[in-house]
């Protein structure tokens, strides 16, 4: 099937709400930094924005605006012991098996397997949607986040939106 | 490397590499337990981090969910 065209359904559906038009983030070009080194010497880390949490953390905030959480989470955690809280995306298969969006035991084999370097000491979970603040994304918690990836010796990160 | 079930959505923003799979929102790695296709696009997600040359490339993994799904937003729309 053809892709869903999410940008048009959702223009129509704030239009529809009487909000103003959404003002997307469009960008023409963007940077790449190579990759300097095999997969199998990488080290990776995962990022998504579903509003997962450790289960003895505080849960997300289910229709949370602008909020700039990022929890890093041990890379060890068991795939059993996470919450979602995100109203969203339909998160139910992910709620029975966190790998649907947050791979982190297929991550696990394939380090164990030798085809990744190893898994960073650290996953991580925010920028949760509806962040209407993105200056402070982009000079504040965006950075923040690149700096501690940094001090992990973090080659590559797989991020996934919710 | 993003992995993005909305290719539209992520093709605007343009991360310096977005591997494209067309499933349901929630499910970009696919069914529960399904460990095979799982790591299938978890794999491929890392392949391309390293055969992308050009910052913003877009690549469509082929993958078929088996199904029509459609939007399947959640809650938060129809309360917003």
Redesign the interface.
């Given at each position: 099937?053809k892709?869903?065209?999410?940008?048009?359904?959702l223009n129509a559906?704030y239009r529809n709400?009487g909000f103003p038009p959404y003002q997307?983030?469009?960008?023409?070009?963007?940077?790449?930094?190579?990759?300097r080194k095999?997969?199998n010497q990488?080290r990776?880390a995962l990022l998504t924005s579903?509003g997962v949490s450790r289960k003895d953390a505080p849960p997300f905030d289910?229709?949370a605006r602008n909020d700039l959480r990022v929890d890093a989470i041990p890379a060890e955690t068991a795939s059993a012991h996470f919450q979602i809280h995100?109203?969203?995306?339909?998160?139910?298969?992910?709620d029975?098996?966190i790998?649907?969006?947050f791979?982190l035991?297929?991550?696990r084999?394939?380090a164990a397997e030798g085809?990744?370097g190893s898994v960073a000491p650290h996953h991580y979970s925010g920028f949760m949607g509806r962040t209407y603040i993105r200056t402070a994304v982009m000079t504040q918690a965006a950075p923040a986040l690149a700096r501690r990836l940094a001090e992990e010796a973090v080659d590559?990160?797989?991020?996934?939106?919710? | 490397m993003l992995v993005s079930t909305g290719r539209d959505l992520s093709s605007q923003v343009r991360a310096p590499r977005t591997a494209f799979v067309n499933f349901p929102m929630g499910n970009p790695f696919g069914h529960p337990f399904d460990k095979v296709t799982q790591r299938r696009i978890l794999l491929e997600a890392l392949h391309i981090l390293g055969s992308v040359t050009e910052g913003g490339t877009l690549i469509d993994l082929p993958c078929e969910w088996g199904e029509e799904f459609g939007l399947n937003l959640g809650s938060g729309y129809t309360s917003a």
């Open positions: 099937m892709p869903i065209a999410y940008v048009d359904r559906f709400q997307w983030s469009v960008y023409e070009t963007a940077p790449l930094t190579p990759l095999p997969l990488c990776v579903g289910p229709l995100d109203d969203y995306y339909n998160h139910g298969d992910a029975r098996d790998n649907c969006i791979p035991d297929r991550l084999e394939l085809v990744v590559a990160v797989v991020m996934v939106p919710g | -």
